[in-house]
């Protein structure tokens, strides 16, 4: 059995990568830069603050980060509570699966604190979660190792015993570095991600719920 289970948030416990995609397209909009979806598919797994400052890098722009990041949570949160969000299928089956194992749960996300405490309040998770970290309050967001590295202290557990569960490439790289093994979760609103570095790739939490019984034991 691994000593704790660390899920990313976006596209893994919640399908909210197109609320991020609505989002940041319209503030892309706002400081003048016309993109499709697909240019944010690199993004996914980054930092909010990383994301934008590589943006306003890349396009030259002199624009203000903090605005943006205000502007950016007001947006996401008002779609957030306003969308009839909930847990991916299978999520909540796993996760008291999980707790049930008495298996210590962390939630590893580049989202901003106060996302993550939203998003577990509206698919009611947050029972089940020992602890969360934001990426934004580490050194470096993913790919960095940094968030797991911190998660796993915070729980008090040594990252060579944990399963991380992401759906990025970004995040698979970051829970690799830190130790970790990982499963990737291939959901198609995340983008054309790379999970090829993850030791196990599945598309169906329904499935991998059922197959927890074993409690990842393929793994440990």
Known sequence: MP??????MDGVLIDSEP????????????IGLEKESSYLDRFVGMTNPEMWQQIADE??????????????????????????????????????KIYSKNTVIGVASSSSEIF????????????YITSYVSGENVPKG??????????????????????A???????????????????????INSGDQDLSSADMVIDDFVKLALRYNDGFEMFV
């Open 165 to 187: 569960i992401e759906d990025s490439h970004h995040g698979v790289v970051a829970a690799k570095t830190a130790g970790m093994k990982v499963v990737g979760y291939r959901n």
């Open 3 to 8: 000593d704790a289970v660390i899920f990313d």
């Open 19 to 30: 609320l991020h995609y609505e989002t940041d397209i319209v503030i892309l909009k706002q």
């Open 142 to 163: 993913k790919p960095a190792p940094d968030i797991y590295i911190h998660i796993a202290d915070v729980l008090g557990v040594n990252p060579e015993k944990c399963i």
């Open 116 to 127: 993550i405490e939203n998003v577990l309040k509206k698919i009611d998770l947050g029972k």
């Open 59 to 96: 396009n030259k722009l002199d624009i203000d980060i903090e605005d943006i990041l205000n502007t950016q949570i007001r947006l996401k949160l008002e779609l957030l509570w306003k969308l009839n969000f909930s847990a991916i299928d299978g999520i909540v089956d796993l996760i008291r």
